[in-house]
Each structure stands twice: as C-alpha cells, then as structure tokens.
C-alpha cells in the first residue's frame, strides 16, 4: 500500500470539534456473546469492538468470546466490575492492545499474565503523534485496525494462539482465517481503487484516529486536537477551524459517531463546510444495529469517496 503523510494541526484551548467519550462503566451482564464458556472449546475475552469481531471471526461457533466494553460506550475509559476481571482471569486468551484500556492492561498482568495476546506484541503499531493517544495510550497509537493489512497479520496471530490452546480446532481455526484473510483483501482492494484519484487527499477530523487508515491510502489526516467532550467550540475557535478550511480549500470536516449534533451543525453553520461522519471502529453504537467491521469499513469509504470527490 503507498504511504502519505500524517499532519496534526493543534488547536489550543478548551474543545474544538467536541467528542462524546462517555466512560464505559459497564454492569455484569456486558458482553456475554454467542456459546457460553462452559460449553466452548475455549474462551477469549476482548475491551474493544474489532478485537470481538476477529475473535468470532476465526472462532467461530465453539468459541465464546466475551466483550468487556457495552456497545454505544467509549472503551477508552473503560472501568471493569469484578465479574469481569474474574471473566479476565478465567479466559483462555486475553485478547488486547496495550495502553488503549488501562483497567484491561491492569486485569491482565495481575489475573491471566500467561494467556495474554497482546497486538502491539505481533504487529508493528505506529508512533504516538503530539496529540490526546500520547496521553491516553502512551507510546503508540492503538487504532491498527484501520490498517487493513495490519488486521490480517493479527487475524494470523491470534488463530495460532487458538490452535495453541485447542489443538483440536486448529483446522477449523486455519480454514476460518484463510476467509477472513481473503475479505480483509478485497477490502483492501477496495479501498486502493476508490481512494486512488481523489480531488481532495485532505482529512479532517477532530480526534485524530484515523492515521492508519490515512497512511495506509496515501490521505492526509488534519487533525484538530484539545478535545473538551464537555465543551462547545468558543467564537474564537470556530475561527480558528474557519481558517484551517480555508487555507487547504477544505469542504468536508469528519465527525464521529458519538459527536454531539450540535456541535457538528454550529461547524457547519460557521465554516459553510459539510459535516459528515466518519466512523473510528471503536465500538458498535446502539444507533447501528447489524452493522460490523466490513460493512462500516465500506461505509466509511463511501464517506470518503463522496467527501473527497473521488474518481
């Protein structure tokens, strides 16, 4: 995949672009999903949406997979009961990446250390830019699965971990991967022929998640940082982005799905620039039942696609 450039435009002061980032503080019945762990060949448990779907993926129906984060939460700050700590505990894989979810990183070193799988341990995650992941998850930016082929070389992994631990499924485990390995690849083709010829290679966000996905396909990501998600942008910052939109001849400003209506409609008002959303596949809102990773990994290229005036 052709590599681009990355360019993060800070915004001091209280919020620009303001995010909802509700903590996830979830009760005991979060996550429980498909076969129960008594009747699995083994159990994996996961804090954030992409690692779940990878794990069902290659799973399958003997798999129980329990997913720590409530769907419609932000699993940043994702705070864990007891129950789930024992589900932790108890797994046969830990499934995370380390520094997005501090409570899950605390869980694992203190419950299940050896059954860890750990993605920054079987991939190469990207440096932390100057902006709010420095803070929140330390040296390296976590959001890999936006780098399609960053996912399948984890979709690798993780199938051996679970021909390690069941021997007995490994073959299932391989044909599984073998079909998600060939859908991650045609996503991937995908993407590089509808981003190929763009009018525009601009991204403009407000939280800046989108750097695999932006370095991957050759865009480059403006983000707008000193993020306040209690916050509205003041007069003053309002302008500030204004002039940011102007200076790079920018149309469209990418929004989140958690992001306040408000906020998106007084950008809009004040830029004359589209607002439209852009989805960093953190979690799956309540707002879109049915969806999963493919199908808002292609509505996000259709976003992009439109947005970008692609060709």
């Not at 997913?67 to 699993?75: F, I």
């Not at 073998?178 to 601009?202: F, K, P, V």
């Not at 916050?231 to 799905?257: L, N």
């Not at 809102?285 to 696609?305: E, F």
Request: net charge negative.
């Amino acid at each position: 995949m052709p590599k681009g450039t990355n360019t993060l435009i800070a915004v001091s002061g209280a919020a620009t672009l303001a995010l909802l980032t509700a903590c996830g503080n979830n009760g005991d019945t979060a996550g429980d999903t498909g076969i129960s762990p008594a009747d699995a060949d083994l159990t994996v448990v996961t804090g954030v949406y992409p690692l779940e779907w990878l794990a069902k993926e290659i799973g399958g129906d003997q798999v129980a997979v329990i997913q720590l984060t409530e769907p419609g939460s932000e699993p940043h700050d994702l705070e864990l009961t007891g129950r789930q700590v024992g589900q932790i505990g108890e797994a046969d894989i830990a499934f995370h990446v380390q520094g997005l979810q501090p409570a899950v990183d605390q869980a694992i070193a203190q419950e299940a250390p050896d059954n860890a799988l750990d993605v920054g341990q079987v991939v190469r995650l990207r440096p932390a830019a100057d902006h709010d992941h420095e803070d929140d998850h330390g040296n390296h930016d976590p959001h890999f699965w936006l780098d399609l082929d960053l996912m399948a070389e984890t979709a690798e992994a993780l199938a051996e971990r679970m021909s390690e631990v069941d021997p007995e499924g490994a073959e299932r485990y391989r044909d599984n991967l073998t079909d998600l390995t060939d859908e991650l690849s045609a996503l991937d083709q995908e993407y590089e022929q509808g981003l190929a010829s763009c009018e525009n290679r601009e991204v403009v966000v407000g939280h800046t998640a989108f750097t695999y996905l932006t370095k991957a396909y050759d865009l480059e990501q403006i983000g707008i940082s000193g993020v306040d998600p209690e916050s509205e942008p003041s007069p003053s910052q309002i302008a500030t982005i204004t002039d940011i939109v102007d200076e790079h001849g920018i149309t469209t400003v990418f929004t989140e799905p958690l992001m306040p209506e408000e906020t998106a409609e007084t950008i809009a008002a004040e830029t004359g620039a589209k607002v439209r959303v852009l989805d960093p596949l953190e979690g799956i809102t309540d707002q879109s039942p049915g969806d999963d990773y493919p199908s808002i990994m292609r509505g996000n290229l259709a976003t992009l696609t439109e947005a970008l005036e692609c060709t």
